[in-house]
């Protein structure tokens, strides 16, 4: 309770040393950035302090901590030049009821799901473990850049800054690892609660902006929609995909009949093709899912089968679940920044009407010259939240940068005088800008990272299936279709319609002849040609040819979703540029169906729908060998951004639409909802045991200290001992998705090798040089009767600690190979002294020439 309690005053106080900043960076919007501000404190309090640290100018430890929280305090100083007290004291005064819902939205949500995690707290099973080890050897690390947990000598080599900033906190409040792993993903949740929540907040507040009766100049009106805006936190966080109500009706035995031998056949659910669901459900019938992690399967609903007819798993998660599993994932980390990313993107979008100075001053008369108006200080924010995405979800900078530069762009076109030509141009130097300058400052990032990516693959035969991908958006496209039917209603022309569905018909066929080519031509690379074949299971080129064109059509329910909604939204865009060519002002298009803030929510919808529509012809190429990741990280960030629209349509489809058409839409949006709340109702109920846990606890290794209290003990010790490469087993198969690196893990200190699987994902092309024979020489370690070959190996990796107990003797059991006799522990006996033991746990210290 103190770790929550805590927690929640430093992010609070974060949050309003940044405001100031928000306030006055972000003067267009109704809240000035004031639900994003605990957020964007925290990114730059992070950023601040590893910097210095990464640069040798700030230690790993409080004093460091402080330091950057000066600094912050500085530049809100800074912020508050000129406005203190009186234009901030009068603007806090006539948002009072805004303020209280978001403070009220971030306790409860915080508080919320800090319940729902003491209730099921363990750090076990898929990632877990991994985000344990980061956080406490970040923790445990005297220097940045942080040592790797489970690779002795490196340092991490991953997007880590998420880590970085739970670590930070934990420290700074005293938290153990254990509780901060929880606390991290309690945070989270509330942040990008709040985050949407401010977004959807001043979409529908500029939209809605009154007349002024002097003046005739829009105002706002900041006590309106203080509660219509949290349909945001609803359909980012609550609402899920309808696999859960499908999940529903199969257990309850509908549309399932008996055939003449008895069997459960059903035509509906074969068709529906979603794995579990196409299978019998078990009898008799229940109101419940009762298989074993029911809940997974949400997570799981695209199927991919290759050529042969193999099953290919696809990740699909959405927001909910994600908080469900618990993994303190990247994407997941990354979620708050992504939205303080898309509301520094709207803050700019309707402030590029100002007439602010060409940024940089150089000579525009040159055709292709930069001609940005862009504040300075603006720029930089943006530069380091954007670039700072990098290094907390690599894939997600290039995509929030491409958003925030289309916003500047069309916000110029709609808001200015500008042209086509001049904001394509303005686009492009604005992405490069931000691009070099969000690399540059985190360099020290870059310089040790290495990755598995290894360019772009055409994926020819994987189409989504319309059913797949309704099941898995419906919740969000359906008021979302609502909306930009609501907004085409007042269009008289049909050209512009016209005109996009060609233009996006020419874009799907363009992709689709693009992924062939690159396909067809891999074929005939020697040394790419069978592994590329093999990944489809394609015997020969002509039968992947055959099935890249069959399989289009024979599954176009998914693309043809995707080539309506292009149609409307590029529809809606070409028309509403076209309304501003011809000089109508915001509060006429608003009126009529469409202005600035409903072109925004249009552009996010796009935004989505090409998030979408990449992996249906090109994928990243990894180990993995196919979309899995691809779909993975890119239908996550289309959920997001959907969400944000879906919640802005639907309020403003409640407060617009009269008589029937009110009736029929709020009827049907509430059983959308209900469907969509089915999963967490139930899953909650599962993952949680009915919320009757063992222990109520936000400590993610009690589990451990339960079951095996000897070991605990040991590693207890090991966290306060010196610094130092620590000697655990390994297994054959690699340790990855099992107890494997236990110790190293709650510990914090550097394991010579921990999951070797994770290794190979994280450092790509380098892992096979940087693992080398660990694994073969921890054997060696613990199995050799020779002394001196076992010294030889703790000096060649410098091992400080040699942990032996239930996992190294289970592990290292004789064998034909290289433990003939099993583990052989006299040796370390003989010549070391046991530093701790605690019933079957013993750690032997070693102090060698690298040990001092």
């Not at 309808?242 to 509906?268: C, I, K, M, P, Y």
């Amino acid at each position: 309770m103190v770790d929550f309690l805590i927690w929640y005053l430093l992010t609070t106080l974060l949050g309003w040393l940044a405001f100031p900043l928000a306030y006055r960076l972000l003067p267009a919007l109704s809240d000035r950035g004031y639900a994003i501000s605990r957020a964007l404190g925290l990114l730059l309090w992070g950023y601040i302090f590893w910097l210095m640290a990464s640069l040798g100018i700030l230690p790993n430890q409080l004093t460091g901590l402080l330091f950057a929280a000066l600094v912050l305090g500085g530049l809100c100083l800074w912020a508050l030049n000129g406005i203190w007290p009186g234009e901030l004291l009068t603007w806090l005064r006539s948002r009072g009821a805004m303020i209280l819902t978001v403070e009220v939205l971030f306790l409860l949500a915080y508080a919320l799901w800090a319940g729902v995690r003491s209730a099921n707290p363990e750090a076990v099973g898929t990632e877990k473990p991994m985000e344990l080890a980061f956080i406490n050897a970040i923790l445990s690390s005297p220097t940045f850049p942080p040592h790797d947990p489970w690779l002795s000598g490196y340092g991490i080599s991953y997007y880590y800054f998420g880590y970085i900033l739970v670590a930070m906190l934990a420290k700074l409040a005293g938290t153990t690892g254990g509780v901060a792993f929880n606390l991290g993903g309690v945070l989270v949740f509330a942040l990008s609660a709040c985050g949407i929540y401010g977004l959807v907040f001043n979409l529908l507040n500029s939209s809605h902006k009154s007349a002024s009766p002097d003046t005739g100049a829009a105002k706002d009106t900041p006590t309106r929609f203080t509660l219509a805006s949290l349909f945001g936190p609803l359909f980012l966080l609550l609402v899920s995909n309808l696999e859960g109500f499908l999940h529903v009706l199969h257990t309850r035995g509908l549309f399932w009949r008996q055939d003449a031998n008895g069997a459960l056949t059903s035509t509906f659910w074969s068709w529906l093709g979603i794995l579990d669901l196409n299978q019998p459900p078990a009898q008799p019938f229940s109101w419940g899912p009762t298989r074993f992690w029911w809940w997974w399967r949400a997570s799981r609903v695209v199927q991919d089968y290759d050529l042969a007819g193999g099953w290919r798993e696809i990740i699909d998660e959405f927001p909910f679940f994600s908080f469900l599993l618990a993994d303190l994932h990247p994407h997941v980390l990354a979620m708050p920044f992504a939205l303080l990313a898309i509301t520094l993107a709207l803050g700019l979008f309707l402030d590029t009407g100002k007439d602010r100075p060409v940024w940089p001053a150089i000579d525009t008369r040159r055709l292709f010259a930069p001609t940005l108006r862009i504040q300075p200080s603006l720029f930089l924010l943006a530069a380091i939240a954007l670039g700072g995405l990098s290094f907390l979800n690599t894939w997600d900078f290039p995509l929030y940068l491409t958003l925030f530069t289309a916003a500047y762009s069309l916000g110029r076109i709609l808001h200015t005088k500008d042209t086509l030509f001049t904001a394509v141009k303005d686009f492009a130097w604005l992405g490069f800008a931000l691009g070099v300058c969000g690399g540059l400052l985190y360099m020290p990032f870059y310089l040790g990272f290495s990755s598995q990516a290894g360019g772009m693959l055409p994926n020819l035969i994987y189409p989504t299936r319309g059913a797949h991908l309704w099941v898995m958006f419906a919740p969000l496209l359906l008021p979302i279709l609502a909306y930009l039917f609501y907004l085409a209603r007042s269009f008289g022309r049909r050209a512009a319609f016209w005109g996009a569905f060609k233009l996006s018909l020419g874009l799907l066929v363009f992709l689709w002849l693009l992924a062939i080519v690159m396909g067809m031509a891999i074929t005939f690379i020697p040394q790419y040609a069978d592994l590329y074949l093999g990944s489809v299971a394609a015997p020969d080129r002509v039968e992947l040819l055959t099935g890249a064109i069959t399989r289009r059509f024979i599954s176009p329910g998914g693309w043809l979703t995707l080539l309506g909604l292009l149609t409307l939204t590029i529809g809606l865009l070409w028309e509403g540029l076209l309304r501003r060519e011809a000089g109508s002002d915001d509060h006429t298009t608003a009126r009529s169906g469409i202005g600035s803030t409903g072109i925004f929510t249009v552009l996010l919808v796009v935004f989505g729908i090409l998030l979408v529509l990449v992996p249906e012809f090109f994928y990243l190429r990894d180990l993995f060998g196919w979309r899995m990741n691809t779909i993975f990280k890119f239908y996550f960030q289309a959920w997001l951004v959907w969400s944000i629209a879906a919640a802005f349509g639907s309020v403003t489809l409640l407060t617009s639409l009269r008589g029937g058409w009110k009736a029929a839409f709020s009827t049907g949006l509430t059983l959308l909802i209900a469907a969509g709340l089915v999963y967490p109702l139930l899953s909650l109920w599962n993952k949680t045991n009915g919320f009757q846990p063992v222990e109520w606890t936000l400590d993610s290794t009690a589990y451990f200290a339960r079951n095996l209290p000897d070991e605990m003990s040991a590693i207890r010790w090991l966290q306060e001992a010196p610094q130092g490469v620590l000697a655990e087993a390994v297994p054959q198969a690699g340790g990855s998705y099992t107890e494997s690196a236990r110790v190293s893990t709650l510990s914090g200190k550097p394991s010579v090798l921990g999951w070797v699987g994770h290794e190979n994902q994280w450092r790509g092309d380098t892992a096979s040089t940087a693992i080398g024979t660990r694994q073969d020489d921890l054997a060696r370690l613990y199995c050799s009767r020779d002394w001196d070959e076992a010294q030889t190996i703790l000096d060649q990796y410098n091992i400080r600690y040699v942990f032996i107990s239930g996992l190294e003797r289970t592990t290292y059991k004789p064998d034909e190979g290289i433990c003939p006799l099993g583990l052989v522990e006299e040796k370390f006996l003989r010549n070391l002294v046991p530093a701790f033991k605690a019933g079957p746990a013993t750690i032997y210290t070693y102090y060698g020439t690298g040990n001092d």
